[in-house]
């Protein structure tokens, strides 16, 4: 068997393990049911980007399958926006019983460190899986007026301002990535940050 196919199954298995601990989550909590009694109702679980893409796909998946172990419907809620971070502010907002789950990306750890924001990353999560990582990459349209890296940087050079890129919002890693490199290459981009990116 493939070391990638071991891979992916560990990982299915261990995401599937990981929403059927939850729970271990209602122990956790003061005042919430007994960890026999749970789930007692649906389950929903926030997904921070838009429907349709990658980490929208990889939860549905995730939540058909803990609905049939958990015996409750996993619902899953699309709250795209502020690269990510809205998923975390809803679940900040909700009632610590394990009954309200998010997935959180990386972005979420950095804001609090540029601006104020409605919860401590560390002190008011309890984290139960790691799930998976992206690779993130640039790419333009295949009639674009280059057709390298460098050619694009060049041309950037000559136009301070004038080559746009999305990204999945403002201080998300897309975004932080795009601006570190216009600063060591000396060049500006103009950023556009979008409620969600992913595909």
Known sequence: MRDDTIDTRRRDTLALLGLGTLGTLGMLTPGAARAADFPARPVTLIVPFA???????LVR??????SKTLGQPVV???KPGAAGVLGANVVARAKPD?????VIPEPVFRLPHLQKTQFDPL??????????????GVAARAD???KSWQEMIDDARRRPGKISYGSTG???TMHVTMEEIGQKLGIQF????YKSMES
């Open 61 to 66: 998946t995730l939540a058909d399958s803990a």
């Open 144 to 146: 674009a007026p280059w």
């Open 170 to 172: 403002t201080n998300g």
């Open 98 to 102: 394990g009954y309200t789950l998010t």
């Open 76 to 78: 899953v809620e699309n």
């Open 190 to 193: 103009n950023h556009v940050p």
């Open 51 to 57: 429907a349709g893409g990658a980490t929208d796909t």
């Open 123 to 136: 002190r008011d999560f309890t984290y139960v899986i790691h799930l998976t990582g992206y690779t993130l």
